[in-house]
């Protein structure tokens, strides 16, 4: 079973974490892309938001930052934002306290940011916690697209998109091999018809 969206009342387990900005009503999406960044994926990507005056806020491992030096600092200087997704992609409901805390530690060594986006949006309220005593703001979601999901078609998906995507939404998609066919039928469509309407696409500071 596909999760797109998450149920409104775990929100009040996770106090101050960004989830949307639905209460601004501005015509705005946030592009937010996980796991990067991908020496395929992430150029591309760039050069698409570059074409739209788009905005959008990267979630990097820290072992991507690492196996491709310079990529970062590349997203950085296209004024785009970054945000720590951990060291190695940990489930947080899967991995002890301890354990998770030192991959978000290892991680912040190498990620200079103050936004935090738990691998699969899982992350126990207590390690929810410790993170934010790191002087992380932690990121969820509005919308997950599922791009990774090469099982799922693309009019499937782009449908399903349009129809949940409002303004002020927290869009998650994937900066990886995995997302990368999907993202690259899908993406430019998606954007396109987005700016026709007057979305703008803004960062998450």
């Known amino acids: ?62 072992k991507n930052v690492i196996s491709n030096p310079g990529l970062l600092e590349k997203i950085k200087s296209k004024e785009h934002s970054t945000g720590s997704h951990g060291m190695n992609h940990l489930n947080g409901f899967q991995t002890s306290n301890s354990e998770y805390l030192d991959d978000v530690k290892e991680a912040q060594k190498i990620i200079k940011s103050n936004l935090f986006r738990a691998a699969y949006g899982k992350i126990s309220r207590s390690q929810f916690r410790e993170v934010k005593k790191l002087g992380y703001q932690i990121v969820f979601w509005s919308l997950l697209t599922y791009d990774f999901d090469a099982t799922l ?53």
């Not at 989830?19 to 946030?30: H, L, T």
């Not at 990368?180 to 998606?190: D, G, R, S, T």
Request: charged share 30%.
């Open 1 to 62: 079973m596909r999760f797109y969206t998450f149920s409104k009342w775990l929100h009040r387990f996770y106090p101050d974490a960004i989830w949307d900005f639905f209460s601004s009503k501005e015509k705005v999406i946030y592009l937010t892309f996980d796991d990067g960044p991908n020496p395929e994926s992430t150029e591309w990507i760039l050069k698409l938001l570059e074409e739209y005056n788009a905005k959008a806020t990267f979630f990097c491992l820290g």
């Open 153 to 205: 078609t693309s009019e499937k998906r782009i449908k399903l998109i349009r129809k949940k995507t409002k303004p002020g939404s927290i869009l998650v998609f994937h900066d990886s091999d995995k997302a990368f066919p999907q993202l690259k039928n899908e993406l430019p469509v998606l954007i396109k018809e987005w700016s026709k309407k007057g979305y703008r696409f803004q960062k998450i500071e």
